[in-house]
């Protein structure tokens, strides 16, 4: 049981695009992936954005490029102070945390968040 629960990570992080081998670990991806469902889902899910005056502030490349965040960083530091109605996590998560889910959103990104 516990090797096809790892086939199906090693399978969930191959089709994300994920690269185990940058965080460590498929168990990165996996934490990334919990992160972002436990902190980001409630508004992201599936990438998109259910804030109605925000709808064009999603988590797809378009939006991404059009709003200036275009790689990690610019994503961490959105993620730690927030904006408009988004909240910020930096006191709830911590910078291996940030890290972790910016480079997961990024990744399901690249993957338009199929």
């Known amino acids: 049981m516990v090797v096809g ?3 199906r990570r090693l399978a969930i992080s191959a089709v994300a695009g994920w690269d185990p081998s940058q ?3 498929v168990t990165a991806f996996h934490q990334a992936q919990v992160l972002f469902e436990q902190n ?3 508004c992201h899910a599936n990438g998109g954005n259910i804030i109605f005056y925000a709808r064009n ?3 797809f490349p378009k939006a991404l490029e059009k709003n200036g965040y275009r790689d990690k960083a610019s994503i961490a530091q959105i993620t730690k102070q927030g ?3 988004m909240p910020g996590y930096a006191n709830k998560l911590d910078d291996q ?3 972790l889910l910016s480079e997961y959103i990024l990744q399901r990104a690249a993957e338009n968040w199929k």
């Open 97 to 99: 945390e940030i890290s």
């Open 5 to 7: 629960g790892c086939r």
């Open 23 to 25: 965080q460590g670990s």
């Open 40 to 42: 980001c889902a409630a």
């Open 83 to 85: 904006k408009g109605a």
């Open 57 to 59: 502030k999603t988590l």
